[in-house]
């Protein structure tokens, strides 16, 4: 398995400063296609910021980080932001366009589609996360969960290969969480999507993941299966984590 | 007190009640309340006593509203006649008047074009944008200047005057800064280090130059930079320096608003694929415009109030044209001049609050559609 280009993401020795502050210290992480990674850890421990990393929405100073065996350069940055898909925590929905318009503004500036079928597909992606009632309303009429869910399709309308969730219940109400995250856990195994997820959810870690990374100050600590991760964590900062966040 | 409780039945769903915030007893209190309303009330009736009865009688009591000048000389009030009889002047200033048919054809299809573009739901807006900026301005120009070829006289820029130069003076000034502020805005912001210099040096070099000299620089300097032989024309000096003076006060306004909305926006733009242009174009402009109409609609009033100061550089805008009608001799009279003044402050009033009244409106009607946050 040295072929690099079986990878979907794959992350050498990657270092990024902010001024002097090393933010991310030598990570190297390496994801198969269809493999579904949660990464945890305290908050200012760099898992947003590693993610962010993979479609360019943060740049690093040392290492290597390759999509889809492309690696990340200024000349192909755009390409791997075609494959890549990525929901915020904030959702960032474009709060001057309608939940349709949300959907079809990449697919017809980026992808070329004709806007009809750029329309067909959206409307296909807002019933699967239940919003096909909501094309027409306006950002600001929807609550936090209704907007997660049409950042949701909005991201899949591009049919990315590998999807980021920068925590994407965070900003929820408790009712709306698990609502969502149900949702990316069925969307994400139906379209076989390759997924990095930054979340606090450790239930949703427990079920869904293939592989639990753990960070702390800039680093990777621990990388396991979530089963061995939760049970039986082996480095002491992860064992300090689960015993306060697990109680 | 028991700590428990269960709801045994649901609570009614009521009407709202009586409005409580605008009724009249509500007004009296704001107004008498108390003893410093009580005052404040009584100052301001005060001045309206005061102020009012003699504005009456002087604009309209007192005024002169038929009769010659003997009348107005005669008259202690405003002297609207010497108004109506110089109106033509102050609509087309020189203008030859068997001509003037043509100014009025440019006036009635930009109104045709401005009420087109400016109305909710027109029908083929995209058509009227390109008739409004590209056909229109090329056609004023033609209709105006004359082509002797078409049969149309031609008409120096010199006699161009009054309310006609003011309004090409301040249509120029709003089209050509609007755009140019978003490019300067943006330029500000970029990370190429030249784009960046070049854009703020503009920007803080027209905001540190009073307009005058900005007018004066305009129309000595321009014809310098320009081939041997090509002088431009008396008019389009000032023309250029309104409207780079004016796209530098744009191009702040802008920024505002670009500060203003969520770094977020752009990021998820980012991240579905889309390039610099397409988020600027499809996603920040649209939201930082709507931001900043408020902004941006003192920006035209000012522009329009500006256009007065073309009057140094020897154009006859509107303002030129009432100040030296008020000096004919034969309308010489004690009201001439505050009659004279106070029309143009009213009809710079009138644009101005019209402006300030259709921002309002747009913000209004977008708020309603899209709500008032962002992200």
Sequence with gaps: MTDTSLRAVEIEHLNKWYGAFHVLR???VSVTPGERI???GPSGSGKSTLIRCINGLEDFQQGRLAVDGMDLTAGSLAAVRRDVGMVFQHFNLFSHLSVLQNCTLAPVEVRKMPRRAAGDLARHYLARVKMADYADKYPAQLSGGEQQRVAIARALCMSPKIMLFDEPTSALDPEAVKDVLDLIMTLTAEEKTTMLCVTHEMGFAR?????????AGGE???INQPEAFFTAPQHARTKLFLS???? | MPAAYVRATPAPVLPPPAATGRSWSGLLRNLVGAPQSLLLTGLVLALIVWLVPELLRYFVFDAVWHGGAAACRAANGACWTFIGQKLPYFVYGSYPPDQRWRVNLVFAIGAGLVIWLLAPRAPARRLGTWAAFLVYPALAFVLLYGWPALGLKRVSSDLWGGMLVTLIVATFGIVVSLPLGVLLALGRRSHLPAVHWASAGFIEFMRGVPMIAVLFMADTMLPLFLPEGFEPDRLVRPLVGVALFASAYMAEVV?????????GQSEAGKALGLRYWGIERLIVLPQVLRLTIPAIASTFIGLFKDTTLVATVGIFDFLRTVDSARLDPNWSGPT????AYSFAALVYFVCCFGMSRYALGLERRLAARYGRTAG
Excluded: H, S, W
């Excluded at chain 1, 079920?207 to 960070?215: K, S, T």
């Design chain 1, 26 to 28: 030598d990570i190297n």
């Design chain 1, 38 to 40: 949660v990464i945890c």
């Design chain 1, 207 to 215: 079920q869904v993941a293939d592989r639990v990374i753990f960070m």
């Design chain 1, 220 to 222: 990777i600590v621990e």
């Design chain 1, 244 to 247: 306060q966040i697990l109680r």
């Design chain 2, 255 to 263: 920024r505002g608003g670009l500060q203003a909305l969520p770094k």
């Design chain 2, 336 to 339: 001439i001049t505050t009659t």
